[in-house]
């Protein structure tokens, strides 16, 4: 085999490892692959629930948490003073949080460059993309850039803050309420924040009125 040869075999090798899962995703599937096979678990079933988890019950709690600060002013000052105290309110549950406020002059953009740490109960389970190193490194050095790829244009009248998370401290972003959902219900307000818009990557909540019934 030439030097060229074993370049091309260690250049197939490395993008194949690249796109592999991890090793604790890969033992997951083997667990589940195991107990569907004995007839224990429904592998639809786990999706279904997967699913349910990563776009529904993480989602809707960080959503309560921002429609509840959209209708109660005191809610609001004491989540943006010390968010962990605050959300006991709703019975909810997460040590070492900061909640950020999106302001006509301020967008904040959450990344954990180290890691993937993220409040899981309370906007789901991380999108793949938050994990990813390209993101991670690219939020710090470039979040407009970063930002415009998510569809979010940023004016250079608005400052862009971003925070890094860490495993003893949580972030949580809480957008603007759009114009247009005054005298709305929390629960119907609580279905139109994303879990995007609380990590940041989603400015404009305005582009889901109409989804909501």
Request: charged share 25%; net charge negative; proline share 4%.
């Amino acid at each position: 085999m030439t030097e060229h040869d074993s370049d091309h075999v260690a250049h197939i090798h490395d993008e194949l490892h690249s796109h592999l899962p991890s090793e604790p995703a890969l033992r997951a599937k083997a667990l589940e692959s195991l107990l569907v096979e004995k007839g224990m678990v429904d592998s639809a079933a786990v999706d279904a629930w997967v699913e349910a988890y990563s776009e529904q019950i993480g989602p809707k709690n960080g959503g309560r948490i921002v429609a509840r600060s959209w209708l109660d002013a005191d809610f609001k000052a004491r989540l943006l003073k010390d968010a962990s105290a605050a959300i006991k309110d709703l019975g909810l549950e997460q040590a070492h949080l900061v909640a950020v406020e999106n302001t006509d002059d301020v967008h904040n953009l959450i990344v954990c460059t180290l890691c993937s740490c993220y409040p899981m109960g309370l906007l789901g389970m991380a999108p793949t993309w938050y994990k990813m190193a390209a993101y991670r490194s690219r939020a710090v050095r470039d979040p407009r850039g970063v930002l415009d790829e998510f569809g979010v244009s940023i004016s250079n009248d608005t400052r862009v803050r971003v925070w890094d998370s860490t495993a003893e401290l949580r972030y949580l972003v809480v957008p603007q309420q759009p114009v247009g959902t005054e005298g709305w219900s929390e629960d119907k307000l609580a279905d139109l924040v994303s879990r995007n818009s609380m990590i940041g990557t989603h400015r404009d909540l305005s582009d889901r009125i109409e989804g909501i019934s």
